[in-house]
């Protein structure tokens, strides 16, 4: 995980102004990838910076297109999420630290 200065991230937090967290996108919804920020303080089984670097290495980057394409029956977990010309599962735990911005908004 990056080490911000106070200064720093109220810009990187500026930047989200209106995007919202993939975790609660749902079926249909597409848009943006803006950011990818694993600040999270809930269990994944490895740290912040591990989940980033595999978030980020699935396509998860800035600017690339999305569309939640399915949820699971059961607590609606995991997603299936078209990113560009790819098809991903992701539980939404791991979704939650990607922040995107979602069209006709």
Do not use: N, Y
């Amino acid at each position: 995980m990056h080490t911000l200065t106070a200064e720093a991230k109220a810009q990187a937090d500026a930047s989200l102004a209106g995007c919202v967290r993939l975790s609660t996108a749902r079926p249909g919804d597409r848009g943006v990838i803006a950011d990818v920020r694993a600040d999270h303080t809930h269990e994944h089984g490895v740290d912040a910076h591990e989940l980033e670097r595999r978030l980020l290495e699935f396509g998860f980057v800035e600017g690339a297109r999305f569309e939640l394409l399915h949820e699971g029956a059961i607590w609606k977990d995991p997603i299936a999420v078209r990113l560009d010309d790819m098809r991903i599962a992701l539980r939404r735990r791991d979704a939650h630290d990607v922040w995107v911005r979602l069209d006709g908004q």
